[in-house]
C-alpha cells in the first residue's frame, strides 16, 4: 500500500513538475551553474510527492489494519 502510493505520488509529482512548475518557477535553492534547470525541478517535485504519498500510503494503511482489527474482535465476540 505504501509502495503504490508513493509510486502513483511519484507520477503526479512528474507531471506536476514537468508543467507546472518549470514554467511558474520554484522558490528552492537552485545551484549556480546548474545545466538543466527544468529537470531539475522536474525530479525535485518527485522526489516531495513521493514523500507525501508513502505518508499518504502510511496512514491508508494502518487505518486499514485498525478497522481490520475491530472487526475481527467483534467477529471473535460474535463466535464466542
Known amino acids: 500500500m505504501v509502495y503504490g502510493t508513493a509510486i502513483l505520488a511519484g507520477g503526479v509529482g ?5 508543467h507546472y512548475l518549470t514554467r511558474t518557477g520554484v522558490e528552492w535553492w537552485l545551484p549556480e551553474n546548474l545545466v538543466h534547470k527544468n529537470d531539475f525541478i522536474t525530479v525535485g517535485a518527485i522526489h516531495n510527492a ?3 504519498g508513502g505518508l499518504v500510503g502510511l496512514l ?7 478497522i481490520a482489527r475491530y472487526a475481527l ?3 471473535r465476540r460474535a463466535l464466542a
Open 14 to 18: 512528474f507531471l506536476y513538475g514537468r
Open 60 to 66: 491508508i494503511g494502518v487505518t486499514y489494519l485498525v
Open 50 to 52: 513521493s514523500y507525501a
Open 73 to 75: 474482535n467483534a467477529k
